[in-house]
């Protein structure tokens, strides 16, 4: 086994072909396998037209250095059969690296792309995220189901070493994968297995992550009792100085500021005291932009105001402390609660119960005296 992965590790290396450590070990201990097999001349026949023109793919060429040295190290004679198997491994694992350079392009293809789109479609359906213009998340999603597409048809299952932990940690993003990954089970007629929806939450994950530093731009009433001169320069310093988080900035005096239309804004900077009262945070600046008042100024910009939970919640529809040990008996009863209450059919329970076994809606934890949902 140490000397097949020594092997395969250095043919990769040299082709600067890249896949995960857990599909590293798959082939590894694909290849011992075949060896043992074709030592004892058992042989895996491939069906005739399983893969198109083989030796004009990249990881075929590959999967031949590979095993010819290991025909020299074994003194073994690898048919082709057994040859396109190896690159039907590598195809279904490699990883697509921005600073790839090797000789074949990514193609991704239309289906892909379409089935990315229905994907993240979705998900924003469901859970109100919108990604469907998020490009890098499109296109690691995209450069993630070349490989799988192979997977796919050659009926093989990558392993994540993660899955409990991301099931754990990683709680919301494994949810949307979950529901986003329902679109290739209709297309495909597959069930993906959790491991192979795991990797889809890595992404969901990292454009969760990406949402929560995008900096929404605010619009600024800045206050100044100095003549109109030295207030245009002011807010010229401002708006060039926060270009970043500053869309819009408008200077005036405090006897201008009933004139505002109060809502279009975020802020008020002001040099001088306001006593006039007012509908927006207020933050007084000096009129020379030192480095503290930079730090200052950079803080509040970058708050961003969020909506309170209870906004869309209905107090009445929360239902805590509910006495049952299972979670069928938690959804049979919230279900029958809301059909009294919002007078809906008696055949909602039966829908809910439907969609659960299509991709799970919940967050499940036993604990305490009673489970949550």
Avoid at 3 to 13: Q, Y
Avoid at 279 to 291: A, H, N, S, T, W
Wanted: some cysteine; aromatic content about 12%; hydrophobic content about 40%.
């Amino acid at each position: 086994m140490d000397e097949i992965a020594a092997i395969v590790s250095t043919v990769l290396k040299e082709n600067d072909f890249m896949i995960t450590g857990a599909a590293y070990q798959n082939l590894v201990v694909h290849l011992y396998i075949a060896i043992s097999r074709i030592m004892e001349c058992h042989y895996v026949p491939m069906p005739e037209g399983l893969l198109e023109n083989p030796r004009e793919r990249y990881e075929y060429q590959i999967a031949q250095v590979i095993a010819r040295q290991l025909e020299e190290r074994f003194h073994i004679s690898f048919p082709e059969n057994e040859v396109a198997y190896i690159a039907i491994h590598l195809a279904g694992k490699k990883m697509f690296l921005e600073e790839e350079n090797v000789e074949e392009n990514v193609i991704i293809t239309q289906e892909i792309s379409d089935l990315v789109t229905a994907m993240l479609e979705r998900v924003y359906d469901l859970f109100k995220f919108d990604f469907r213009s998020d490009l890098e998340l499109r296109m690691i999603l995209s450069q993630h189901l070349v490989p799988l597409s192979v997977r796919i048809r050659f009926d093989m299952d990558m392993k994540n070493p993660m899955l409990r932990d991301v099931k754990e940690k990683f709680c919301l993003s494994y949810t949307m994968a979950c529901n986003a990954v329902t679109v290739l089970n209709e297309h495909f007629k597959v069930s993906l297995s959790e491991d192979e929806v795991a990797y889809f939450a890595f992404a969901f994950a990292l454009a969760l992550e990406r949402k929560k530093t995008e900096i929404k731009k605010k619009n600024i009433i800045l206050v100044c009792s100095s003549g109109r001169g030295s207030a245009q320069l002011l807010q010229y310093k401002y708006k060039n100085s926060f270009k970043d988080y500053i869309d819009e900035i408008i200077a005036c005096d405090v006897g201008s500021l009933y004139k505002m239309d109060f809502s279009r804004y975020d802020y008020i900077f002001t040099t001088v005291p306001i006593s006039v009262s007012v509908p927006l945070p207020i933050l007084e600046v000096e009129y020379f932009l030192g480095d503290e008042d930079i730090v200052n100024v950079k803080k509040v910009l970058c708050d961003q105001k969020t909506s309170s939970v209870l906004n869309y919640y209905e107090r009445d529809l929360f239902l805590p402390h509910l006495k049952f040990k299972t979670k069928t008996e938690v959804l049979r009863f919230m279900c029958q609660f809301v059909i009294e209450k919002k007078n809906l059919p008696q055949e909602f329970y039966e829908s809910v119960l439907q969609r659960e076994r299509m991709a799970k809606n919940s967050l499940w934890q036993s604990g305490g005296d009673a489970p949550c949902l």
